[in-house]
């Protein structure tokens, strides 16, 4: 199979489903920001994850790879794919990751800055490109139909990746970074 099919030359590609669109229409601009959300969790992976972060990234990039190829699916032929796609259930496994992994961290009493150790620094970055793939599902929502559980799991996954990052930093001996807010003169 060749890489280079030459379709989107025209500046735009197809859905699945038959469907032409540009490729900035908003249902892209949704599947790609997940896309590039699983390139950082794959980041993080290669910085140096620890087993359970690699187990827990390789979960959350095989999950991101459905939820990609469903909001890449026109919402009349979702039925036809022949994959299980992302189910309220998986927001609870997600619920049970994080509660499993804030046992061990102190309980947060300032806001942390992104950064510290090369993978919790990856993880934040992870995070934030989370938020973002979230706010484009949620314009997305605005104009066509997505499931609304596809939201929550987002935002639960962008909660569960800073848990993720906090543990990065402690599994490893260091501490948040803390914020320091600048004093009124």
């Not at 596809?150 to 501490?175: I, K, P, W």
Request: aromatic share 4%.
């Amino acid at each position: 199979m060749k890489i280079y099919t030459k379709t989107g030359d025209d500046g735009k590609t197809g859905l699945f489903g038959g469907v032409r669109v540009a490729k900035d229409d908003i249902r892209v601009e949704a599947y790609g920001t997940i896309d590039e959300l699983n390139s950082a969790l794959g980041m993080a992976t290669a910085l140096g994850a620890d087993a359970t972060e690699s187990s827990l990234l390789a979960e959350f990039q095989n999950d991101l790879f459905v939820l990609g190829a469903e909001l890449a699916c026109v919402p009349e032929k979702r039925e036809q794919m022949k994959l299980r796609l992302i189910e309220p259930g998986d927001i609870a496994r997600l619920e049970h990751h994080i509660d499993s992994l804030e046992v061990d961290l102190q309980p947060l009493k300032n806001f942390i800055l992104p950064g510290g150790h090369p993978v919790s620094a990856a993880l934040h970055h992870a995070r934030t490109v989370c938020r973002r793939a979230e706010r484009r599902v949620l314009s997305l929502s605005s104009v066509q139909m997505v499931a609304p559980h596809l939201l929550v799991y987002l935002n639960r996954l962008g909660d569960l990746l800073f848990v993720m990052a906090r543990r990065a930093q402690s599994t490893r001996g260091q501490e948040d970074v803390l914020w320091r807010p600048r004093q009124k003169s």
